[in-house]
């Protein structure tokens, strides 16, 4: 199964947009050859851009209280475990501690490095970091593997609070959803969303045996969801089939 996430505002949208660049950074760091640490290092930039876009330290503050406050109220709910939500609410006290406790904005630490700030601005011009470009950086590619891995944790050390944020936070939306079969006729679905409720984010998991790829929209009151194929040249087209796919809206 491929699963598709569309979010319905602009801080799920973020979130969404920098999850998959800590997986790469993590995935990148672990590795030893230069040129994948020369993409850790752009995989960094890339967290940068995005975090400094809004104020993402102070929202995620907000959602981590958000959350510890509805959960608090499931105190003596004899249909909630007890353990468990001590232990969930442990781990949102932990976070929301580790993420205030960051200085300024998210990268702040990072974007006062000079070094880094001299890479960072030839490292989107093609061949822009060659030797000529940017020696310091040349000699640092050089270094052992074990000194370009410590000098890369030390710096994705002052985001991993963000990283934490945002597995906490997107963990328990994707878990507030309920995932359920419908059927698209002739490849289109929509549903309308009921007044007064709030969702966050649409999942849909389709079979990739399919070949079929979503077209997802959405707002407070409606979401639909167009079913594509691509044909011989990659483009997608609708099909006019009936087809099954697993849709969950999480609030």
């Excluded at 505002?9 to 993590?26: A, D, S």
């Excluded at 490292?123 to 970091?129: A, K, L």
């Excluded at 995932?179 to 079979?207: C, E, I, W």
Aim: charge should be negative; hydrophobic fraction near 45%.
């Amino acid at each position: 199964m491929i699963l598709y996430e569309y979010p319905f505002n602009e801080g799920i949208r973020t979130m969404l947009r920098l999850e998959p660049l800590f997986e790469r950074l993590q995935l990148l760091v672990a590795r030893e050859s230069a040129i994948d640490h020369h993409l850790a290092i752009a995989t960094l930039f890339e967290i940068i851009d995005v975090a400094s876009r809004a104020d993402l330290k102070s929202d995620l503050l907000q959602e981590l209280e958000r959350h510890r406050g509805q959960l608090a109220g499931y105190r003596g709910n004899p249909s909630i475990s007890e353990a468990t939500l001590d232990q969930v609410l442990g781990r949102l006290d932990e976070t929301h501690a580790a993420l205030h406790a960051l200085p300024g904005k998210a990268g702040a630490t990072l974007t006062a490095n000079e070094w880094l700030m001299a890479v960072r601005s030839r490292i989107s011009i093609p061949g822009g970091t060659c030797e000529f470009d940017l020696p310091a950086y040349h000699a640092w590619r050089h270094e052992s593997s074990e000194r370009r891995q410590a000098d890369l944790r030390t710096w994705a050390a002052t985001l991993l609070p963000l990283a934490d944020a945002l597995q906490v936070l997107l963990g328990l939306l994707r878990e507030s959803g309920m995932p359920h079969k419908v059927l698209a006729t002739n490849g289109v679905y929509q549903q309308s969303l009921p007044a007064g409720k709030s969702f966050q984010l649409m999942r849909v998991r389709l079979d990739e045996t399919t070949g079929l790829v979503p077209e997802i929209s959405g707002h407070r009151l409606m979401v639909a969801v167009r079913l594509m194929r691509a044909d011989a040249e990659g483009k997608l087209r609708p099909i006019a089939l009936d087809a099954t796919f697993e849709l969950t809206l999480c609030a």
